[in-house]
């Protein structure tokens, strides 16, 4: 079947789902009020939702993940425009120009504009996400156990990526996430492992603990004080769509903050907000005498909207073709893949091919619902913004509650989940990232159990780590992709006596 067909097939099935394009609708809507709420953050939004698309059926509940994702991104920027607090990091790039085009009266055709554009790169990245994903699937369908374990080996190293300012504390928080992984039944052998007699730790429940760390974690750090936006809309939105005149000239911006946050979201540990901030500069590299970068320039806003949205298709790349999250929100969105019983990687392309190109196609009408949810409600949630925190952490606290016992009925998983958000919280505290951990809950038994398989068809030699050319080359990327920012900073560190001696 050519993907032309494959891909009016998913238009059909999508269309035969209207419940699908429902919560899809939702899931934008929700994304882009979480993402316009200060202090809630994408990756919390898409944790908390999670549990709730336990019992939905497969596109249904990945649409509204999708939705929340791409809308977070883009909601960020409303309140960055109008009150200069970016409401995601993406946003921070967007804060510089946007809210001086609010200060000029500009504010809608600000917000109009990056919504816009956030549409556009958003879009184009799932075009390229929808026919790059099919060819490195097809590779990687070549893979056997030995490579499987490289890649996941190579997918762990994405810590050092990840782990903020601190490598050695993202470290210690990716092997603390190894030591949890093995918790469980035995991959080969399939006895239990370190499970104390409770029969809930057959399985890790890593879903609950992924709420804990990324949603109730911030609820308990919020508790630390009552948050309230002190800033208040004081400048008149006026229109939001921009004339053709003007949005004319920012095509070529458009085109090139896209493109390089598509190849900015396929490397992993790189997100949104450095696909933005690197949008901003090229736009500013190419920008005109009369453009007016960091004075209130649309160029400016067009370029950071475009790229951090271009970004989260890029970021799918790898999670749905080799199974390793590009960032923090597509790591807990595989683990939504996993809930509803699709293995990421080269063989869901041709398990659940079908699936796979329905979401797609979804994922481009989320954008849709995004362009026009966006223009129809930016004056509403300009009236929102002012929410304390008071209001909305005991919402956010029962919604991380009542999601993880409707997974299993269970308890128990809301005892682990408050106890991951413990742990959260003093790692947030003591710099720890969270991140690492759950990339070692998804990638370590991973790495285990192809490993082990590896091990077992070479009769107990270790020989395929170097003789098979694809496990080398990927074992040697994590090796650089782990210990290379160790070596930069060495380098620098050194250039810096250097020169304090010869000054």
Not at 138 to 146: G, Y
Not at 401 to 427: E, H, K, Q, W
Request: proline letters at 5%; a positive charge.
């Amino acid at each position: 079947m050519s993907q032309f067909d494959l891909i009016l097939g998913g238009v059909n099935s999508l269309l035969a789902h209207p419940e699908a394009i429902l919560f899809s609708m939702i899931g934008v809507w929700l994304g882009i009020l979480v993402g316009a709420l200060p202090g809630l953050t994408v990756t919390m939004s898409v944790a908390v939702m999670l549990p709730f698309t336990y019992g939905m059926d497969p596109i249904s509940g990945l649409l509204i993940i999708s939705g929340v994702f791409f809308g977070g991104v883009y909601g960020g920027s409303i309140i960055a425009i109008l009150l200069r607090i970016p409401g995601t990091p993406a946003a921070a790039a967007t804060a510089i120009d946007g809210y001086e085009l609010t200060k000029k009266g500009q504010a809608g055709v600000a917000l109009g504009t990056a919504t816009f554009s956030s549409f556009f790169g958003g879009t184009l990245s799932i075009i390229v996400l929808m026919f790059l994903s099919p060819i490195l699937a097809e590779v990687a369908l070549k893979f056997s156990a030995a490579e499987t374990f490289a890649l996941a080996v190579f997918g762990l190293s994405i810590i050092a990526s990840i782990s903020g300012e601190s490598l050695i504390k993202g470290l210690i928080a990716g092997v603390g996430g190894l030591l949890v992984a093995t918790i469980g039944l035995d991959p080969m052998g399939g006895f239990p492992r370190f499970t104390g007699g409770f029969v809930e730790l057959m399985n890790v429940p890593f879903i609950p603990v992924m709420i804990g760390l990324f949603a109730t974690a911030e609820v308990l750090k919020s508790l630390e004080k009552d948050e309230v936006v002190s800033k208040t809309v004081q400048y008149a939105i006026g229109r939001i769509i921009p004339p053709w005149s003007t949005f004319k000239r920012l095509i070529v911006t458009l085109l090139r903050s896209s493109g390089l946050g598509v190849f900015i979201g396929m490397i992993p540990g790189a997100g949104a907000d450095i696909a933005a901030f690197v949008s901003y500069n090229e736009a500013k590299r190419f920008a005109r005498p009369e453009d007016q970068f960091g004075k209130g320039e649309l160029k400016a806003v067009s370029a950071c909207e475009a790229g951090a949205n271009g970004c989260t298709g890029g970021a799918l790349l790898p999670m749905l073709t080799l199974g390793i999250p590009g960032d923090a929100t597509t790591a807990v969105m595989l683990g939504a893949l996993t809930l509803q019983g699709m293995q990421p990687g080269p063989r869901l392309f041709t398990e659940h091919s079908d699936t796979v190109y329905m979401l797609f196609v979804g994922m481009l009408f989320c954008y849709l619902m995004l362009l026009i949810l966006g223009l129809v409600s930016v004056r509403f949630i300009a009236k929102m913004i002012n929410i304390p925190k008071s209001v909305l952490t005991p919402l956010i606290l029962a919604l991380c509650i009542v999601g993880t016992y409707a997974l299993n009925n269970s308890m128990f998983d809301v005892g682990i989940m408050l106890v991951a958000g413990v742990i959260g919280y003093f790692m947030q505290k003591g710099g720890f990232p969270a991140s690492p951990v759950v990339l070692a809950l998804i990638m370590g038994p991973m790495a285990e159990s192809n490993f082990r398989r590896a091990m077992s068809l070479s009769n107990g030699s270790f020989d395929f780590i170097y003789t098979r050319p694809i496990t080398a080359t990927l074992l040697l990327l994590a090796m650089l992709t782990l210990f290379g920012p160790m070596v930069r900073k060495a380098i620098a560190a050194r250039r810096a006596r250097k020169n304090h001696l010869l000054s």
